[in-house]
């Protein structure tokens, strides 16, 4: 069976703080890791009220430290935000701290908007097109240094950190293709380009140094319940939480709402549809069902599943229900090919 991964937004609740959010993603990350997830990634968001993950390589090193196992790292970085040297020495730090455990992710948006991107960074001077320049600087400072190299990451020279583009467009489809790295589409929250993004990087991969062959990890929310009702109510926090964001009023996450659905607009409720068409909810066999057909109809090679789901108790829950269905399809690849054979 293809690696199931856990991206966490590291929610902040309504009513709650970043304390407690930080808290409970440890205890995911922990819980993930009994269940056999291979990786927990964390994403870069600022000025967003309902995402404690803004100070990235802080929360992984917490969440690295409370793991054993588990891969842990960035879902993403955003490049434009910070210079090139700057992360190497970062996530240098976090490989020598954790050898063989980390992964940076890199994508090109800026996380946030254009006034925030501005305190971010004090200038907007930066091209978001010279992306694929940053890419190939930064790889350079995790390679053994070279003689008459004038400017190393200590740490991060020659340590062991996996490298993947992230990307919701074709672009990082080709930044990671021609460089030969692996891929993590945004299918979660963006999943318009999801099949010419893929088609595109397996069409144009080149090997590497990094990676011998193509690996795209693709984003899918969701979340599970043991019936499908109450995993649609769930769901509710989720959208509205998707709603305001479109609104341009973001918030901490909000608790669960019954009736939501039938309160929405048609522009709303088109929306939410479009945006969540990567979406899985219900009890576990239609979490099942759901995992399946997506794997078939995108040849994922590797799932990173997501959950806004307001009680940490039912989030905790949901994962188990998305562990249980991943073995489950295994168990039926596994008798499959047993029959082939």
């Known amino acids: 069976m293809i690696p199931f991964s856990v991206l966490d937004l590291s929610p902040i609740l309504e009513g709650g703080d970043a304390g407690q959010a930080l808290r409970n993603s440890i205890d995911l990350a922990q819980h993930a890791e009994q269940l056999g997830f291979d990786r927990y990634w964390l994403a870069e968001h600022h000025n967003m009220p309902g995402i404690a993950s803004a100070a990235t390589a802080v929360v992984i090193a917490h969440v690295a430290q409370a793991t ?27 490989a020598a701290l954790h050898p063989g455990r980390i992964d940076l992710g890199l994508g090109r948006a800026p996380g946030s908007d254009a006034v925030t991107a501005r305190a971010l960074r004090r200038t907007l001077n930066s091209d978001p097109d010279a992306f694929p320049q940053d890419v190939l600087e930064l790889l350079s400072y995790f390679e053994t240094p070279k003689l008459g190299q004038r400017v190393h990451a200590y740490p991060g020279a020659g340590l062991d950190v996996a490298v993947w583009i992230l990307g919701s467009s074709l ?23 999801l099949a010419p993004a893929v088609q595109i990087y397996r069409q144009r991969f080149k090997p590497s140094a990094r990676l011998a062959r193509p690996h795209a990890m693709l984003g899918l929310s969701v979340i599970a319940a043991d019936t499908d009702a109450e995993a649609k109510l769930l769901a509710t926090s989720q ?72 009680d940490h108790t039912a989030r905790r829950r949901s994962f188990e229900i998305v562990a249980e269905a991943r073995s489950a399809l295994a168990q039926s690849a596994l008798g499959a090919r047993t029959a082939a054979e």
């Open 68 to 94: 054993s196992t588990i891969r842990v790292g960035a879902g993403g970085v955003m490049l434009p935000n910070h210079a090139p040297l700057l992360i190497a020495e970062q996530f240098g730090t976090l």
């Open 171 to 193: 672009f990082g489809a080709q930044v990671a293709a021609e460089f030969g790295l692996p891929f993590a589409f945004a299918s979660h929250f963006a999943p318009d380009l």
């Open 239 to 310: 959208k509205q939480a998707f709603l305001r964001l479109r609104r341009g009023q973001p918030s901490p996450l909000p608790p669960p709402l019954p009736g939501f659905d039938d309160g929405l607009e048609p522009m709303e409720r088109a929306m939410l549809e479009s945006v969540l068409s990567c979406a899985v909810v219900g009890s576990p066999q239609t979490v099942q069902d759901g995992l399946a057909a997506f794997i078939a109809r995108t040849g994922a090679d590797e799932l990173t599943i997501t959950a806004q789901i307001f």
